[in-house]
């Protein structure tokens, strides 16, 4: 069974870094993109980052952009989200998300439990 578990979530302060991880596991992780996803207190969740199979291309929000990286360590089954110059606004629980082909030949979305990050002073 397909699981993602995060991990490195905590609180900072305004201006600081954090490195979250998620292991993933029950499916072939090199074959498919994966995505950092958060969601704030009283919001949708929203697309942060995405990541190819390989890691050779990645897309961010706008919000995020030029602050956040994401790479990814096939060998390890690990997807990184690096956050950096965090702000206020960034405090949300960080989702690990994988779309995954089932068995039957669909597709099927799995999330892990999420990490919460808080930025603070």
């Known amino acids: 069974q397909v699981q993602l578990v995060e991990s490195g979530g905590g609180l900072v302060q305004p201006g600081g870094s954090l490195k979250l991880s998620c292991a993933a596991s029950g499916f072939i992780f090199s074959s498919y993109a994966m995505r950092w996803h958060r969601q704030a207190p009283g919001k949708e969740r929203e697309l942060v980052a995405v990541?190819?199979?390989?890691?050779?291309?990645?897309n961010y929000a706008d919000s995020v952009k030029g602050r956040f990286t994401i790479s990814r360590d096939n060998a390890k089954n690990t997807v990184y989200l690096q956050m950096n110059t965090l702000k206020p606004e960034d405090t949300a629980v960080y989702y690990c998300?994988?779309?995954?082909?089932?068995?039957?030949?669909?597709?099927?979305?799995?999330w892990g439990q999420g990490t919460q990050v808080t930025v603070s002073s």
């Open positions: 990541i190819t199979s390989t890691g050779g291309g990645t």
């Open positions: 998300n994988a779309v995954v082909r089932t068995t039957s030949g669909g597709l099927s979305g799995y």
